[in-house]
């Protein structure tokens, strides 16, 4: 196709229909070599060769038919390599997509993993603010419970002391009673000091009480008792000691040396048999001792 192309431009027919008629334009064959070295094709520039009948020689052929080659090789040795640049830009393009879909996949999972960790996020910061307010509502009930527990701590120590101070007044009444029944109640050890000093706080001590160790410390010995079958006589011939000619009645285990006197009851008369001790101290004094009416009186 080039040969053909080239041919016709080359050969006298052409130059003669590309030139100007010669009726019209009154010029010479130089002239016309002239113009058409200016207006040869982009083949014949390439090459070097005029279009004027004078330039053509059979024997450039084989040299131009060459170089023809040659630039048809190098055509297709850039064709080739435009092929093989072409399938690499195409095979760029391609991982570039694949990229931007990895790319996609890959932000769309990080936007779901911030989302889930803002919500975790949000849950933890949920669970600490229960957890702060639980921990101030518990703190609140311990306080509350303290402050319960001390309040009926110290009531429980008033309601103690107040018993206390029951306690020494019923002793110092039933000492008051023994007194008045002219019954001497002495220490253990033999101390004149029979008197309730020596009792001891219920706080130091709060498994013993003092009126208990004070009934348990008295020697059954020592105490003087008025017989039932002494006769009447009055207040002023009272003495600390018994006379001589009563007998002593021993008492029985458990028991106490004296007698309960009611009302209607003659004192030296024949009374009611000995009673047994309380079991504790509280039951003591929840008994009734009642003072013995004089009934010479009535």
Same mark, same amino acid.
């Given at each position: ?42 083949? /014949?520039? +390439?090459?070097?060769? %005029?279009? @004027?009948?004078? $330039?053509?020689?059979?024997?450039? &052929?084989?040299?131009? !038919? ?54 975790? /996020?949000? +849950?933890?910061?949920? %669970?600490? @603010?229960?957890? $702060?307010?639980?921990?101030?509502? &518990?703190?609140?009930? !311990? ?65 013993? $009480? ?89």
């Amino acid at each position: 196709m080039l040969r053909g192309l080239m041919e016709r431009a080359w050969s006298p027919v052409g130059a003669a229909r590309r030139a100007p008629p010669p009726d019209k334009f009154a010029i010479g064959a130089s002239h016309l070599a002239y113009v058409r070295y200016f207006h040869r094709t982009p083949i /014949e520039a +390439d090459f070097g060769l %005029l279009p @004027d009948t004078h $330039s053509w020689r059979r024997k450039d &052929l084989p040299t131009v !038919m060459e170089k023809l080659r040659q630039t048809h090789t190098n055509i297709s040795d850039l064709f080739s390599r435009l092929a093989v640049e072409k399938a690499s830009l195409d095979s760029a393009l391609q991982r570039c997509a694949e990229r931007d879909v990895q790319d996609h996949e890959l932000l769309s999972a990080v936007s779901d993993f911030a989302e889930r960790q803002r919500r975790v /996020e949000d +849950d933890v910061r949920g %669970l600490l @603010d229960r957890q $702060s307010e639980s921990d101030e509502v &518990l703190e609140e009930g !311990m306080m509350r419970l303290f402050k319960e527990k001390r309040e009926k701590d110290q009531g429980y120590r008033r309601e103690i002391e107040g018993l206390f101070e029951e306690s020494v007044r019923g002793a110092q009444e039933i000492e008051q009673l023994l007194r008045r029944f002219d019954i001497a109640v002495l220490p253990a050890d033999g101390s004149s000091n029979t008197g309730l000093a020596n009792i001891s706080n219920p706080f130091t001590n709060s498994l013993a $009480s003092p009126t208990l160790q004070s009934f348990e410390s008295v020697d059954k010995e020592s105490v003087s008792l008025t017989p039932l079958d002494t006769p009447k006589r009055p207040s002023s011939s009272l003495s600390s000691s018994p006379p001589p000619d009563i007998p002593e009645t021993k008492p029985e285990p458990q028991e106490w040396d004296f007698f309960d006197y009611e009302e209607g009851v003659v004192w030296g008369s024949e009374g009611k048999p000995p009673i047994k001790p309380p079991a504790s101290f509280a039951e003591f004094c929840e008994s009734k001792v009642a003072i013995p009416a004089d009934p010479l009186r009535t």
